[in-house]
């Protein structure tokens, strides 16, 4: 589609703003000043909104489209929170004004839902403290580690290795190296959770904690957790649960009372912020009692007179990961989601995540190879290997997927499950939905018997055939302008269709 | 019953049938008895409407609106109301990270034209798809530095925020990295200090334009002198100013980065935001976060994907550029939809009429007896001032009078008790700078 | 599966071409055709010296990305800077056009930690 840019009309204008009411031209010195305008494009407010509602309508949603997207939970998103997210006096919020002098006073309600969704967290998770701050999930597993870091050393304890199972997300191993650690990567037994024995081999007394998903990437519950939990323990080290998502376990496990030393939560997991196309996201990160004193800083205290302010004064904390008290417009909408969901919808919310992904697993375990055949949790694993040997890949199944108006399941991760293809349905699909996505399903195992050939070029119904991502990285193209103090390049001077 | 679930009992009948267990319990066996939970004592659920008025209740205990005239780095802007229409589109808002091209060319492209604006706004040369915010920004661009000439010592500017640098500080606490700080002077990067603390162990040298005083500066001889030692210069700037100030691009900076929260952001408590991370082309490979790249389909129509991926902790795992998984794209959007309608021009006048409105206020402030505004540099759309009190108080007693008057240097910066910043912008009327400049003169003839 | 005759190999798929003291070396058939297309190599700087064994170099494909470990100790004396423009070259001829670096070698006897063409053809058919 034509690039914004490419509809700039010279003098054309997309905004009024205010006249200058001040009796004032002010001028910036010369060498302090940009020598050529930035070129955005001059368009009027009408173009801006074709084109953006245009380009919208190239992308599959939650909102048109089912989007079993395993261990990315993408469930209905409800309008209600939006409405909170926005109400003036949360929206309009300077995060500067609490740290003026008695400047809480300013902020009560702001503070209060902090507090409260404090509250709220620690008796979903059975976690003793929660920050807010951490502004997505990875940043959530970094706040953690540092202050498994800071637990040790201030034990004087001698740690260099975090454990990470090879099913866990990348960002695990990923996070570790940045604080500072070695990791040490623990294989999958037959039965589709931890190998014990390998586990023991690994765990030293140089091993500082383990980062763990449960149930994990294949949607299992691992019911050695405990056991895992105490053998981590026994070294001294710490437990981290990567507890992006609670959708399975809601009402009937806490990590906190199975072990688990820190927990970090994506709120567009569990609690339905939207996805927002990638972000933003928002990771509170909970602990246990060993870690409290190592949380950020600032936290939010009640005090005796039911004033909410904020703490600086932990002398043990890791000091501040982020600029303020996390995404708060998104931690607004979680609030309102936990407070109308309550106890019960909580728990409802977990059993019908279950009950659909077990109900696709039974469905299809025919038609396609199931790697571990036991009851999953909020998502199933399942192997397109049999198609493959027909030539149709789990990529090709993707494709042919999206030319059926269907979001693709997650494919080839986890990497331990050759062909893999992870479904994860969540709780807000219906089973008449399912059971289209479960026909779909069959049909193409069974396209994959009578016509391989027709998975070829899929697919053909998208505003784009499949891209060319050799030439992407090869002849790299990540800005229009190409070079930065030049105009357009040449490549783009070109290139125009739409 | 929650009512986001659609089964109905006959639609969970017939799925326990299918799948062969007498009850959803029963899907739970896995869990064992001594595994569940202690405690689960959460309120009931509310109707919809029931907590609407709840969270009404709690932001109406926040004092809103004030008249704002504290910024910090985070500026109250007027949002265009076609901003926040188009990112309301279900097809933005509810879709995930673009992982299938295909079906996500509505978020690549708009990626694709965010980082283009983003790098013609800075005239620098490759911008990622957006990082959390600008203090996340700054570390990932320290960490990036390092990665690309692997030495470990940073010099930052006592005018770089001092909220980044407190998260600088937190998390490099466990790696060896050396932090050295060079003090303002006359409101200016001290040159002096800088040049002496640069040496051929030196990373990065960290600036911001304007500084957390609201100076603005040309910052190009630095460059060339952290050139000369082979350390990298990294410069935070303020989106908006770039209307009208010298370009990191200009200034031969290496890496920029910053909040976007001023390009048709909410301020929303903190958050969320958006950083951003421009750099020139040559070190695109050690750049963090996500990239969308130009293509083309099988028939030869151009289109875009996420590109170089190589680099991302789901392919590298521990040896990635970074532990960050996903952007900012909704709010990425909005900074692009917002540059859109702003256009060449609009940025040009917007930023004008932010500087001319900061220079009246500045004006009236200096006639108040006692205030003395710093004038040893330019400034844009926010300055300092020196009054005759302790500047936490006046602020105390400003906001009973509807102002938040600016932000007083005492909470940061040590021995600066009296000093406020104070930020405009074009949302600021004539008649409320002046009701502003009444109230605090009389606040301070009060005082004494 | 082509493996040339007199080069030697590692596990992890680099061959090494040894003249009296210096060497070229580069990534087999087997590395590139796992990699697929290849996007980037990260070449090592001239004279910079590695041990055995030691990473010395990267490449990356739109999926993947490998690390380049060095066949044998030596230093590094050229690299093909022809990757540069065109890193396709290794999925086209990884043996010739495709080579990486050269090295002065350190210790010629480290040769006998590497499989000959045949140990390493050998070596292939252990992995699926």
């Given amino acids: ?498 | 019953m929650n009512p986001y679930i659609a089964n109905t009992e006959a639609d969970v009948k017939a799925m326990l049938d299918t799948i062969g267990v007498a009850s959803i319990e029963d899907l739970f066996a896995d869990i064992k008895p001594h595994q569940r939970p202690r405690s689960f004592a959460l309120p009931s659920g509310k109707s919809e409407f029931e907590v609407i008025e709840d969270l009404k209740r709690l932001a109406e205990k926040n004092r809103s609106p004030l008249t704002l005239f504290v910024g910090g780095g985070y500026y109250d802007h007027y949002i265009p109301a076609a901003v926040d229409s188009l990112i309301s589109r279900g097809e933005f808002f509810t879709a995930y990270t673009p992982y299938q091209p295909e079906c996500s060319q509505g978020t690549l492209q708009s990626l694709y034209e965010f980082q283009s604006s983003l790098c013609t706004l800075t005239q620098m040369e490759v911008a990622n798809a957006s990082l959390y915010d600008g203090g996340t920004a700054m570390y990932e661009a320290m960490m990036m530095a390092i990665r690309i000439n692997g030495r470990n010592r940073i010099i930052m500017d006592g005018g770089v925020s001092p909220i980044y640098r407190k998260i600088l500080k937190s998390y490099t606490s466990n790696l060896a990295i050396e932090f050295v700080e060079t003090p303002v002077v006359h409101g200016q990067a001290d040159r002096g200090h800088i040049r002496k603390a640069l040496n051929k162990e030196t990373a990065a040298v960290i600036l911001q334009n304007p500084n957390f005083f609201g100076a603005i500066d040309d910052h190009s001889d630095l460059v060339q002198a952290a050139h000369s030692v082979g350390a990298l210069v990294i410069e935070s700037v303020y989106p908006i100013s770039l209307g009208l100030l010298k370009t990191p691009g200009e200034m031969g900076v290496d890496i920029t980065v910053g909040e976007g929260q001023s390009l048709g952001l909410p301020l929303n408590f903190g958050g969320p935001y958006l950083g951003f991370l421009a750099a020139k082309k040559e070190f695109v490979r050690k750049m963090p976060g996500r990239i969308v790249g130009q293509t083309v389909d099988g028939l030869g129509r151009r289109c875009f994907v996420n590109t170089l991926q190589a680099r991302e902790q789901h392919i590298r795992r521990e040896k990635a550029t970074s532990n960050i998984c996903t952007n900012v794209s909704l709010c990425a959007l909005r900074a692009l939809i917002y540059m859109c309608l702003l256009g060449r021009q609009g940025l040009v006048d917007l930023a004008q009429l932010n500087l001319d409105k900061a220079e009246y206020a500045r004006a009236c402030l200096e006639k108040i007896p006692g205030v003395e505004v710093k004038r040893s540099s330019p400034t844009f759309n926010e300055f300092t001032v020196c009054l005759p009190h302790d500047a936490s108080a006046v602020v105390e007693t400003m906001i009973d009078r509807g102002f938040a008057a600016g932000f007083p240097c005492g909470r940061y910066y040590q021995g600066m008790d009296n000093y406020m910043i104070v930020a405009v912008t074009e949302k600021r009327t004539k008649q409320e700078i002046d009701q502003f400049a009444e109230n605090l003169k009389d606040v301070l003839a009060r005082f004494s | ?128």
Avoid at chain 1, 149 to 157: P, Q, R, S, T
Wanted: glycine share 8%; proline share 6%.
């Fill in chain 1, 1 to 498: 589609m034509t690039l914004i840019f490419e509809k700039s009309i010279k003098d054309r204008r997309g905004v009024s703003l205010p006249q200058s009411d001040v009796p004032v031209k002010a001028i910036v010195p010369t060498a302090l000043r940009r020598k050529t305008t930035a070129q955005f494009p001059e368009v009027s407010e009408l173009d801006v909104v074709r084109h953006f509602t245009k380009l919208s309508q190239k992308n599959f949603s939650v909102d048109t489209q089912f989007y079993p997207l395993g261990s990315c939970t993408m469930k209905y998103n409800p309008r209600f929170t939006e409405k909170v997210a926005a109400l003036s006096g949360f929206a309009e919020l300077h995060p500067l004004l609490p740290q003026l002098r008695h400047g809480e006073r300013f902020t009560q309600g702001a503070l209060e839902l902090l507090y409260g969704l404090e509250q709220l967290l620690c008796e979903i998770t059975g976690m003793k403290n929660f920050t807010m701050q951490p502004l997505a999930g990875a940043h959530g597993e970094l706040t953690g580690i540092m202050m498994i870091a800071a637990y040790h050393k201030a034990k004087g304890n001698k740690k260099k290795y975090i454990i990470v199972p090879d099913t866990a997300h990348g960002t695990n191993p990923a996070t570790a190296i940045i604080a500072g650690y070695e990791t040490v990567s623990i294989p999958t037994g037959p039965q589709g959770v931890m190998d014990l024995e390998r586990l023991k081999k690994a765990l030293t007394p140089e091993v500082a904690g383990m980062m763990l998903t449960c149930p994990d990437t294949l949607g299992i519950f691992n019911s050695d957790i405990d056991k895992i939990a105490q053998m981590v323990h026994d070294v001294d080290g710490l437990m981290y649960y990567d507890g992006a998502n609670l959708n399975a376990i809601l009402g009937r496990c806490r990590p906190g009372d199975i072990g688990f030393d820190v927990i970090h939560l994506n709120t567009h997991k569990t609690f339905t912020t939207p996805h927002g196309g990638g972000g933003p996201g928002a990771g509170p990160v909970g602990v246990s009692e060993k870690l409290v004193k190592y949380l950020p800083i600032s936290r939010v205290v009640k005090n005796s007179d039911g004033q909410f302010v904020l703490n600086y004064a932990y002398p043990d904390s890791i000091g501040y990961v982020a600029s303020f008290y996390g995404n708060f417009g998104l931690l607004v909408r979680a609030y309102a989601y936990i407070l109308l969901l309550g106890k019960e919808g909580l728990i409802e919310t977990s059993n019908h995540a279950v009950l659909n992904a077990n109900y696709i697993m039974q469905s299809l375990k025919k038609f396609y190879h199931l790697p571990y055949p036991r009851t999953c949790m909020h998502e199933c694993v399942l192997s397109a290997v049999h198609q493959a040997q027909r030539g149709v890949h789990a990529i090709d199944i993707a494709k042919y997927l999206i030319d059926q108006d269907v979001h693709p399941p997650t494919v080839y991760f986890p990497l331990t499950v050759k062909e893999a293809m992870m479904i994860e349905p969540t709780e807000t699909e219906s089973k008449q939905t399912i059971d289209e996505f479960i026909k779909l399903m069959i049909e193409v195992n069974r396209v994959s018997i009578e016509n391989p050939e027709q998975f070829k070029d899929l697919p053909r119904r998208m505003p784009i055939s499949r891209p060319d991502e050799v030439k992407a990285a090869r002849d790299l193209n990540t800005n229009f302008f190409g070079r930065a103090l030049d105009g357009p390049s040449a490549q783009n001077k070109t290139a125009v269709h739409s």
């Fill in chain 3, 1 to 128: 599966m082509e493996v040339v005759d007199h080069y030697f190999y590692t596990k992890e798929h680099e061959w090494i071409h040894i003249e009296d003291d210096q060497a070229t070396i580069g990534i087999s058939e087997y590395a590139q055709e796992a990699l697929g297309d290849i996007t980037f190599v990260e070449l090592p700087s001239v004279g910079t010296e590695v041990e055995q064994f030691e990473q010395c170099s990267s490449v990356e494909s739109v999926k993947a990305a490998s690390d380049i470990y060095s066949p044998m100790s030596g230093k590094i004396i050229e690299v093909n800077t022809d990757l540069e423009e065109k890193p396709e070259l290794i999925n086209k001829d990884c043996y010739e056009r495709g080579w990486i670096a050269k090295l002065e070698l350190g210790a010629l006897e480290e040769q006998s930690k590497l499989m000959n063409a045949e140990e390493y053809r050998n070596y292939l058919n252990t992995l699926e």
